[in-house]
């Protein structure tokens, strides 16, 4: 099982920004796609967006457009989310994930193998 340690999380108010980290251990992180999710309390897991093996991104929500960049250090393993301009209704446990099959991404979290533990993002005043 590939494993990640997520960090980056916390609370912001609104038109805040954070950056959550997921460090891969074990594997080396560019040879996956990897995506990131999220589930607000009541609601399913949705895709956000996603970077495949060469580096381009896929958006799954519109409404993070334009806020929201994912990038990936390879030096250091990592794939950063980049959260800008957060909402309230960006509130969420934030995940990533790999895919282990495949160079393109999706949004589906079903194709989806090994998954980070999640952080805690809340946009509040």
């Known amino acids: 099982q590939l494993q990640f340690v997520e960090s980056g999380g916390g609370l912001v108010q609104p038109g805040g920004s954070l950056r959550l980290s997921c460090e891969a251990s074990?594997?080396?992180?560019?040879?996956?796609?990897i995506g990131w999710f999220r589930q607000a309390p009541g609601k399913g897991r949705e895709g956000v967006l996603c970077?495949?093996?060469?580096?381009?991104?896929?958006f799954y929500i519109d409404s993070v457009k334009g806020r929201f960049t994912v990038s990936r250090d390879n030096s250091k393993n990592t794939v950063y989310l980049q959260m800008n301009n957060l909402k309230p209704e960006d509130t969420a446990v934030y995940y990533c994930?790999?895919?282990?099959?495949?160079?393109?991404?999706?949004?589906?979290?079903?194709?989806?193998?090994?998954w980070g533990q999640g952080s805690q993002v809340t946009v509040s005043s």
């Open positions: 074990g594997f080396t992180l560019e040879n996956y796609v």
């Open positions: 994930a790999a895919k282990r099959t495949g160079y393109s991404c999706s949004g589906y979290a079903e194709l989806y193998e090994d």
């Open positions: 970077i495949s093996r060469s580096g381009s991104q896929t």
